[in-house]
């Protein structure tokens, strides 16, 4: 009777095991199939953040000049209006029509996020970041706003006070004969000056811009921080 009980007693226990171990490899596969999913993700998101550095880049060059021109405006109007009011058509010029847009690429983010791939992400930084940076892109929305709806004001007085006319200059020295010396831009027309709410308008475009490009760059900071933690994760976790 011991001998079959005991007989019994190892083949339970093998069968047993067998069942534990067949867990465990299924839950390992598991587990290793999430993790590739996760880092296939986390190389698909990767890409998009350097997609955004680039673009950040083209938006940071483009309102560094439009906050340039609105400071020289604002600081050389005095002298400009006398001899270089073509310069003041040129400057109003980039202030009122320089604009950006950037495109928002939150999928592969939401996909890790909402996939519950996030939890295996073990490098806390890492995650802090990418909802700082996700959430931030809706401040840049603000900006570029509140921009637009001052480029509208700001190209109205454009229109009402430049002209573009065709003015040859033979007076001046090394002037090619028949070069205008006003450009597609225009220039500040005769008799007519730029007022204090246009000057206004010009010192909010400069804010904006100022303020855009500082979070420009630190957005730049933060996503080659981003870029620095999903390589240490990949190293970590090969795919």
Request: proline content about 2%; charged content about 25%.
């Amino acid at each position: 009777m011991n001998k079959y009980l005991a007989k019994y007693a190892v083949e339970f226990f093998v069968v047993v095991t067998g069942v534990l171990i067949s867990f465990y490899v299924e839950k390992h596969r598991a587990t290793a199939y999430k993790d590739e999913l996760k880092n296939h993700s986390l190389a698909r998101l990767a890409a998009n953040v350097k997609a955004d550095i680039s673009d950040s880049w083209v938006n940071h060059r483009i309102h560094s000049k439009t906050a340039k021109a609105c400071q020289t405006l604002i600081e050389d109007y005095d002298e400009f209006r006398v001899d270089h009011r073509d310069s003041i058509g040129h400057y109003l010029s980039i202030a009122s029509k320089a604009w950006t847009i950037f495109v928002d690429n939150p999928e592969e983010y939401l996909t890790l996020r909402n996939s519950g791939l996030m939890e295996l992400v073990e490098n806390d930084s890492l995650i802090m970041l990418l909802q700082k940076k996700y959430s931030s892109h809706q401040v840049y929305k603000q900006y570029e706003n509140h921009i637009y709806v001052t480029n509208d004001e700001l190209v109205r007085v454009f229109n009402e006070k430049t002209a573009g006319r065709d003015l040859h200059a033979p007076n001046i020295p090394n002037r090619p004969i028949g070069q205008s010396l006003y450009r597609s831009y225009g220039a500040l027309a005769d008799g007519v000056e730029l007022d204090d709410e246009d000057f206004n308008l010009i010192r909010l475009r400069f804010e904006y811009s100022r303020s855009y490009v500082r979070d420009i760059l630190e957005g730049i900071a933060r996503d080659s921080l981003i870029l620095k933690n999903i390589e240490d994760v990949l190293q970590d976790h090969p795919m």
